[in-house]
Nanobody, 123 residues
Framework: QVQVVESGGGLVQAGGSLRLSCAAS????????MGWFRQAPGKEHEFVAA????????YIADSVKGRFTISRDNAKNTVYLQMNSLKPEDTAVYYC????????????????WGQGTQVTVSS
């Protein structure tokens, strides 16, 4: 079992940057695919990015491609979401999630979830 805790959210102006972190517990972190999702007010959860257990493969949603990158440090049991050129439409609660197996983009494919961290982008 894996427990994940997000951090790094906050208020930023449009065009700014934030880096979210997701710290995971458990000695088998390196065997988990990790993903980021977000949920804006009144909207459903949206896939943002995923990274394979080794970090060798990443998947980025079209809505953030070219602006967001995902990475992981298995020695630190941490996955990161670097967000650049932020837009007001990026405002949402961002969630970190973990799953065994190959990378996935569907929310129902992930087994473990954090509590989320709020990102607010002002115009």
């Amino acid at each position: 079992q894996v427990q994940v805790v997000e951090s790094g959210g906050g208020l930023v102006q449009a065009g700014g940057s934030l880096r979210l972190s997701c710290a995971a517990s458990g000695r088998t972190f390196s065997s988990y695919t990790m993903g980021w999702f977000r949920q804006a007010p009144g909207k459903e959860h949206e896939f943002v990015a995923a990274i394979s257990w080794s970090g060798g493969r990443t998947y980025i949603a079209d809505s953030v491609k070219g602006r967001f990158t995902i990475s992981r440090d298995n020695a630190k049991n941490t996955v990161y979401l670097q967000m650049n050129s932020l837009k007001p439409e990026d405002t949402a609660v961002y969630y970190c999630a973990a799953r065994r197996g190959t990378s996935a983009t569907l929310i129902e494919e992930y087994d473990y979830w954090g509590q989320g961290t709020q990102v607010t982008v002002s115009s």
